[in-house]
C-alpha cells in the first residue's frame, strides 16, 4: 500500500506565501507524477499543477502565483503559492502516480488533503 500525505497549509493573510508539501511512502517502485488539486468551498475540485519525469504543468490562471517541484529521489512534490488571495482559500489535495512494489502496478493515491485559509 501507499500513503500520500499533505502537510504546511494554514491561515495567511492576503499578499503571503506557503509552501505545501505532499510526501508519498509504502510499496514503491517509483513515481511518474504528482500533482495537486483544490476545492474551495461550495464548488468543484480543481486541477492546480502536476509534475511528470518531464516536465511541469499549471492551470493558466495560477501558473503566475503557483509553482510545483518535485524531488524524486524522496517521493516529494512541493506547491508554492505566493501572492496568496481569498480566493486561494480551499482544501488542497496531493496526488501520487505510483509504480508499485513489486508486482508494478500502477495507481493513483490521494492524500487527505491540508486546508488553506487566505483571509485578514
Known amino acids: 500500500q501507499v500513503q500520500v500525505a499533505e502537510s504546511g497549509g494554514g491561515l495567511v493573510q492576503p499578499g503571503g506565501s506557503l509552501r505545501l508539501s505532499c510526501v508519498a511512502s509504502?510499496?514503491?517502485?517509483?513515481?511518474?507524477?504528482m500533482g495537486w488539486y483544490r476545492q474551495a468551498p461550495g464548488k468543484e475540485r480543481e486541477f492546480v499543477a502536476f509534475?511528470?519525469?518531464?516536465?511541469?504543468s499549471h492551470t493558466d490562471s495560477l501558473k503566475d502565483r503557483f509553482t510545483i517541484s518535485r524531488d524524486a529521489a524522496k517521493n516529494t512534490a512541493y506547491l508554492q503559492i505566493d501572492t496568496l488571495i481569498p480566493e486561494d482559500t480551499a482544501v488542497y489535495y496531493c496526488?501520487?502516480?505510483?509504480?508499485?512494489?513489486?508486482?508494478?502496478?500502477?495507481?493513483?493515491?490521494w492524500g487527505q488533503g491540508t486546508q488553506v485559509t487566505v483571509s485578514s
Open positions: 509534475a511528470s519525469d518531464a516536465e511541469t
Open positions: 509504502g510499496s514503491i517502485a517509483r513515481i511518474p507524477v
Open positions: 496526488y501520487a502516480d505510483v509504480i508499485m512494489t513489486p508486482m508494478r502496478d500502477r495507481q493513483v493515491y
